[in-house]
């Protein structure tokens, strides 16, 4: 399979591509850019290969301890991490779910000194849902972003197994 170095090399030229694409596709500046970042963001941090001790690991720093359970848990190129659709929708899910879990002891303390006021962790749930429904488009070029940075990716991973199979 490509090198991490190799990995963040398809990564910064399908950028341009993308930003050219989305900026043609879509005609609007916030949701290219969105798209853009996105797709730049699962390329470098949130792609496929942090069922790994990876460069997209590291690059979490001091929140890269998130991933541990997930590096336990999913198999090295599994069709967990690296299938398509199926990898970045469960990371977003694993993701939302640590930062919920992050919101869990302020609403602990709530519940204890403030029972009336309403939840950190609901209303971090409700503001989430507001914010998509109001930017339904927005979120959409998001989400294509993130799963066209981690295609580039399992897409080079699958390349060079290709033609090392067919090499042997
Ligand atoms: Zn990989």
Redesign the pocket.
């Known amino acids: ?1 490509p090198s991490g170095k190799t990995h963040d090399k398809i990564t910064k030229v399908a950028t341009l591509a993308i930003a050219v694409f989305s900026g043609i596709v879509t005609k609007d500046l916030a949701i290219s850019s969105m798209t853009v970042v996105s797709f730049a963001f699962s390329g470098f941090m949130f792609g ?2 942090l069922d790994i001790y990876s460069r997209q690991y590291l690059r979490w720093c001091w929140l890269r301890w998130i991933w541990l359970p997930y590096q336990k848990r999913v198999k090295h ?1 599994s069709w967990v991490s ?1 299938g398509p659709i199926i990898g970045t929708c469960g990371r977003i899910l694993y993701l939302g779910v640590a930062i919920l879990a992050a919101t869990a002891p302020a609403s602990v303390i709530q519940l204890i000194f403030l029972p009336e006021s309403q939840l950190a962790t609901i209303r971090l749930i409700k503001w989430a849902i507001s914010a998509i429904s109001k930017y339904p488009l927005l979120f959409t070029w998001a989400a294509i972003g993130l799963e066209l940075g981690a295609a580039s ?2 897409f080079a ?1 699958w390349t060079v197994s290709f033609w090392k199979k067919r090499n042997k």
């Open positions: 399979m496929p290969d190129r690296h990716h399992y991973d």
